[in-house]
């Protein structure tokens, strides 16, 4: 019988994709093992393989589709000696069961969910004299469906016009402010009563919007003249990054501690173990500071476990090992590539692992336990000449090192001056698990393995 192939779930927490691109098209013979198509979670972009030998009968989710739930059919395969018949029926009890998945546009449509039928509260025919006059009022959710421009909306709405009449000639037929002034011009919009108006205006809105809520996008783009701004569509990474870091900042208490710490040493050291580091080979590394601050942080955990935790309603999950995860920028957002077990690895483990991951980052080819967990973060700026800056916590993480710029400046040594290369870092800390004086020592502790990096070879 036909093979469904499902939407797979990349991982534990996904729940819906896109899918990016088909590498097969209907008809072809597929072996077990052959990649099918691109998968695009909120950050990853994945491979799915086929599981059995066939042939496919039948594409049903378009490649560029968004929104596609995990477990719906996006195609099926058919084994050997099935025909068109077999997937007629296949195909017809795949589109009773399957919803629809949401698909991207170029503007975004507001329209509110209609409620379940209620058998027990239906209502009772109205007579025609009754609805006459319900057919001349506003309907204020056909209102809220129209695609149409901030800026047109509020020429319509202060000519008195009727939105409904309107014809749009923008992509996907919004209205736009052209089509607006065109039926101003010749008049062949209705205008509104001043009730119609009123909804339109937003005076009449259900429900009500709490005032805690963020504008709406409307009311951001009327702000703004239509002719100066275009409208880029948010994709899986920034729509993720925008969820996370805004629970984040609603649900972690914050606090933040800074120290600063004297490179000189370990700046000595670098110098020396990359110089005597092979150049070839399977052992060749090069240092970077950076390796240096993964390796000393995870170390600072396991002098301090109680900050090496994360917190759950049901209790601390305190971690017996530093997975330490780097912020790295990608075009588009971050990914945060996660070092497992950074407190038994060596120097130059560290920084090949960190460069492989890295570039794998940058081209989007993480596969999600790479970039999921971990205990901690660190993001650094010091490459781009930042001093020190404040982190925000990704959860589950209780703790996120934001790490500046090294730069000389003339610190006190006993009772002379002396200019030395100083760091600036600051400890992000969740104050439900790292209280004051914890972060406090987690901060010393890592300070005291930059300070003497001898220690970490240990």
Known sequence: MPI????????????????????????????????????????????????DDGRVGKILIAAGTEGVKVNTPIAVLLEDGEDATALSAATTQTANATPTPATSTSAPAVSSPAPAPNPAATPAPVSPATAAPQQGMPQANTAARLLISPLARRLAVERGLELTALTGSGPHGRIVKRDVEKAIANGSAKHQSAPEQSVARGVLTVPTTPLVEAMSDDKVMALYEEE????????????????????????????????????????????????????????AYKLSVNDFVIKALALGLQSVPAANASWTESGMLRHRHSDVGVAVAVEGGLFTPIIRHAEYKSLGEISNEMKELADRARKRRLAPHEYQGGTTSISNLGMFGIKSFDAVINPPHATILAVGAGEKRPIVDGDEVRVATVMSCTLSCDHRVVDGALGAQLLNAFKAYIEDPVQMLV
């Not at 969820?243 to 000595?268: N, W």
Request: hydrophobic share 40%; charged share 30%; with cysteine.
């Open 228 to 283: 100066n701004y275009e409208i880029v569509p948010h994709d899986g990474m920034r729509r993720i990054i925008a969820q996370r870091l805004t629970q984040s900042k609603q649900t972690i208490p914050h606090f933040y501690l800074t120290i600063e710490c004297v490179l000189d040493e370990l700046l000595r050291a670098r110098t020396r173990m990359n110089a005597a580091a092979p150049k070839e080979g399977s052992r």
């Open 4 to 51: 469904e192939i499902l939407m797979p779930a990349l991982s534990p927490t996904m729940e819906e994709g896109k899918l990016a691109a088909w590498m097969v098209k209907e008809g072809d013979e597929v072996k077990s093992g052959m990649v099918l198509a691109e998968i695009e979670t909120d950050k990853a972009t994945m491979e799915v393989e086929a599981i």
